[in-house]
């Protein structure tokens, strides 16, 4: 009896220890499989994020944006004298491409873009009909592998440039009084056709100054209620671009609140305080930045006490950080005429004087500037702002951001096809 028992303990000892020993082999297995899954699963990953050997978490490679590797490969083909020419947005005078300065600025000195006016003779015979003015656009995005721009102001009201054409169109203050954003969007939609029809690519509009139609701009306003200038101007802007037309806010930092003195014989000046300044003036570009995407911005001439007393805010590099750093803009920022007398002391500029301005506005940090008119001038900048990245006081990183961001618009609109 007591050797039966000792032999069925030995049995029991027996068995717990193969059955201890199964179940350590099983979990060694199971433990290698699934590390041997694990890191499968890791390398053959091509989405979500994995890890590497020691475990670490290993983020996957973000997608390149198709728009800005083209708009690099273009810039990596440029000369620097065609990158500065991208920097560029002229006038001309006159109506015959063939005769006018303008061919030369184009087809050989590749400027960055041209200003249609009616005031320089730009719609007289043959560009006085819709066909002409078409062929004039046609020849010189033929004439300029990288396409310039083809801009004109279309607000509407009293700043109707295509009026000629298609007949007058509602102001902004319109556009507010019919008491509905969708036909601020519908009018710029309309616009972007029409503008399309002339050969136009660019609108240097809308208007998002905040104040009464008793300053000097009158219609030109939206509203004098910041949070109504947001509503009409942004659905105005996202018509536009809905409809393949970039367009621009402006005047920034804003003239709404300007001493009504006109920028092209003085230099107004905004005397608010900051606060003020963020909870009205700059609270439509606040929105519309974050909401609506405009392609462009345009900086103009005026003083603002509260972020560069004295100092025109297109040649303000405070101006242009706070626009960059605070607002968040990320597209194209360009000037306003670099020749209106305001910043002259009321006089008309010489060549040499615009150019040194032109040469201030690109070192502020704007894009583009806007209002040269001859070949002499595209050159007399140009080597202005050679000299300038040759002495140190304007970075080549700086020129190829901005020739980059101009590119990728030009992409993404299809200007550049």
Same mark, same amino acid.
């Given at each position: ?11 029991? +000892? ?154 007058? +169109? ?25 503008? &399309? ?36 101007? @942004?659905?105005?802007? &996202? ?57 462009? /911005? ?12 004295? /100092? ?29 007398? @305001? ?6 500029? +010489? ?5 040194? +301005?032109? /040469? ?42 901005? /020739? ?14």
């Amino acid at each position: 009896m007591q050797k039966s028992v000792a032999v069925r303990k030995k049995r029991s +000892t027996l068995s717990s220890l193969f059955l201890f020993t199964c179940i350590f082999l099983l979990s060694g297995c199971s433990l290698f499989s699934s590390n041997l899954s694990s890191t499968g699963s890791s390398s053959n990953s091509g989405g979500g994020n994995g890890s590497d050997a020691t475990g670490a978490v290993v983020k996957p490679t973000p997608t390149p944006d198709p728009v800005k590797v083209k708009a690099q490969l273009l810039l990596k083909k440029m000369s620097q004298n065609d990158k500065l020419a991208q920097l560029i947005m002229v006038e001309f005078l006159g109506s015959d491409y063939a005769a006018s300065s303008l061919q030369q600025m184009v087809a050989q000195q590749h400027v960055g873009g041209f200003l249609y006016q009616e005031s320089d003779g730009n719609f007289q015979w043959p560009n006085n009909t819709i066909a002409g003015l078409q062929a004039f656009s046609a020849q010189a995005t033929t004439d300029d592998p990288t396409a310039p721009l083809i801009a004109i102001d279309q607000e509407g009201g009293t700043v109707s440039k295509t009026s000629a054409f298609f007949g007058p +169109t509602p102001s902004a203050e319109d556009l507010t009084l019919s008491g509905s954003p969708t036909t601020a969007y519908n009018q710029a939609q309309t616009d972007a056709s029409q503008l &399309k029809q002339l050969g136009i690519n660019t609108n240097l509009a809308p208007v998002v100054d905040v104040g009464p139609d008793t300053t000097i701009f009158g219609s030109r306003f939206f509203s004098a209620d910041p949070n109504t200038v947001a509503t009409y101007a @942004g659905s105005f802007i &996202k018509g536009s671009q809905d409809g393949g037309i970039p367009g621009t806010l402006k005047h920034f930092p804003g003239l709404g609140s300007s001493d009504g003195v006109d920028p092209h014989v003085g230099l107004p000046n905004v005397a608010k305080s900051l606060a003020d300044l963020q909870a009205v003036d700059f609270l439509p570009y606040k929105k519309i930045i974050q909401q609506d995407n405009p392609a462009m /911005v345009m900086t103009t001439d005026v003083s603002s006490q509260a972020l560069d007393p004295g /100092v025109a805010a297109e040649l303000s590099p405070k101006v242009l950080h706070y626009l960059r750093n605070t607002l968040n803009f990320n597209g194209v920022v360009i000037t306003d005429g670099l020749y209106m007398e @305001g910043l002259y002391n009321g006089v008309h500029p +010489t060549d040499d004087q615009l150019a040194q +301005t032109c /040469v201030q506005a690109i070192q502020a940090g704007n894009d583009m500037v806007e209002g040269p008119s001859t070949p002499a001038q595209i050159s007399a900048i140009q080597a202005g702002l050679s000299a300038a990245i040759q002495q140190g006081t304007l970075s080549q990183a700086q020129i190829d951001q901005s /020739v980059t961001r101009i590119l990728m618009m030009k992409i993404k609109y299809d200007i550049i096809k």
